[in-house]
């Protein structure tokens, strides 16, 4: 029997009368919280759960109770269905919550604490004080997730994006989906150097996560690991845009080319983002250089040369005449497969986590789209056993994957449609929105935009800057940092912005 069960049957038949004492129904719903917060995330776990109390256990309803009524019909009707899955986590038993509204004046209790009216528990008021109840149990500090360091890459002086050292060679699954990619990025590893004859350029493009930016890291590790001093340069288009601009304005765009004559090897991830007309000509005439000078270029993007408009025609027949390859879907061979390898990173570092064979053939079954998915759920599931210290069953994956599927699959927003839901819900503009306009019924609308456009959509901040009137980056990072300051001041702004995301979701 599970833990969990086991203590529900005790808890049942414990003679406790109509039901378990408040207290340990409040300390086993901190585990509940727990898991809604894994799930959900902190912003939605913040915004509707921080003020729940669980009030009582009788064997069938959990009864659970918020200080706000709008605040109650919320969850009612948006996370009923995770409180149930996450509670029968913790009571097995459960048929139903409850949700009630906690009277202004009532006293909530936190596990340890008495009610005042409540004679036979008043003699437990001499109990220390319980944490917050908003406080999650503290994950042991040598289970927190670690910190990976991180490594720029330089050359001549650029410095490039960082690169992930969980991305290499030996953490890359092999299949039929990605193999001629694969085979492409360790023959280049292997050659750059070596003056052989190879695929240059290399250009790999897939939908996404499917592993581009992992085999980009892992050739640039690869290339340092056999050669230390080798000048191998990672950048993601968008740093390479960010530090021609820089340039620019130092007015200093010659030694920015200079800085790439010395190098042995070029990555560029994500070429889809290169923009701006400038940046597009630097771009073509560094790969011209390079390509010409015999250095290796090696290019990742979501799109395949010729179906990237913003390429001139001499620039899309450069970059196909070396190896294009794309990489597939992972098939369910290589989804147990990456899900093994992760599983096994994580019991590396705390071999008291695992998985089931049932578990893990869910996972793979479920989580049909990317590699992203299934990290992203063993993630989950150890964070849940890091919380829980509870044994991963079937329906605790269940509950989390159905919730990462959902969260994966939302609507596809676009900074069109926050404008128009922000121009609808303040009632001002598009075209103040995007004017120059400082005036703070315009200032406060646009921030509040730009905010929702870094978390609902992948843009990058300079591409958020341009959608929203031509703006430069930093001015979208003051309004991100703005409002994430005014939501820790202003609970209603959480609301808020939870009621423009549910506009946004519809
Ligand atoms: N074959 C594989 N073996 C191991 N891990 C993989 C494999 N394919 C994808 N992954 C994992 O999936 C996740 C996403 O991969 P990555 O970031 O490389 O995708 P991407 O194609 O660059 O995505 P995007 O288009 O969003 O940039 C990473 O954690 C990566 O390690």
Known sequence: MQAAQKAESQDVGSGQGAGTPTSAVEGRGQKVRAMLKVQLGDEVYSSWFKSLEFESFDGRIVKVSVPV???????????????????????????????????????????????????????TAATPPPAS????????????????????????????????????????????????????????????????????????????????????????????????????LYLTAERFRYQFVEALRSSDPLAFKERFRNINMLLIDDLEFLQGERTEQEFDHIINALLDGGKQVVVASARAPNQIERLNERMRSRLQRGLVTELQSLDHELRLKVLDKRLAEKRAADPSFSLSR?????????????????????????????????????????????????????????????????SRHYGVSKGDLLSQ??????????????????????????????????????????????????????????????????????
């Open 133 to 232: 109840h908003t406080d999650l149990p503290q994950r042991p500090a040598a289970l927190r997730a670690p910190v990976l360091p991180v490594q720029r890459t330089s050359a001549g002086g650029l410095e490039g994006s960082p690169l992930d050292p969980r991305y290499t060679f030996d953490s890359f699954v092999v299949g039929a989906s990605n193999r001629m990619a694969h085979a492409g990025a360790t023959q280049v590893a292997e050659t750059v150097l070596s003056g052989a004859p190879g695929y240059n350029p290399l250009y790999i493009h897939s939908q996404v996560g499917l592993g581009k930016s992992h085999l980009l890291h892992a050739i640039a590790w690869e290339v340092k690991k056999r050669a230390p001093n080798a000048q191998v």
């Open 358 to 422: 049932d578990v893990v053939d869910l996972l793979a079954l479920r989580l049909t789209e990317n590699g992203r998915e299934l990290e992203g759920a063993v993630t989950r599931l150890y964070a849940t056993w890091q919380y829980m210290r509870t044994p991963i069953t079937l329906d605790i994956a269940e509950t989390v994957i159905r919730d990462l599927v959902q969260n994966l699959e939302p609507r596809r927003i676009k900074i069109e449609d926050i404008l128009r839901i922000i």
């Open 69 to 123: 009524k709008f605040v109650r019909n919320w969850i009612q009707e948006h996370y009923s269905d995770h409180l149930l899955h996450c509670s029968r986590i913790e009571f097995a038993t459960v048929e139903r919550v409850e949700v009630v509204w906690r009277q202004p004046g009532a006293v909530a209790q936190r596990p340890g604490e008495a009610r005042p009216q409540d004679a036979n528990t008043a003699a």
């Open 437 to 506: 306009r400082r005036h703070r019924s315009v200032v406060w609308p646009r921030q509040i935009g730009m905010y929702l456009a870094k978390h609902l959509t992948a843009r990058s901040l300079p591409e958020i800057g341009r959608r929203f009137g031509g703006r430069d980056h930093t001015t979208v990072l003051h309004a991100i940092r703005k409002i994430e300051g005014e939501i820790s001041k202003n609970p209603n702004l959480g609301d808020e912005l939870e009621e423009l995301k549910r506009l946004l979701n519809h």
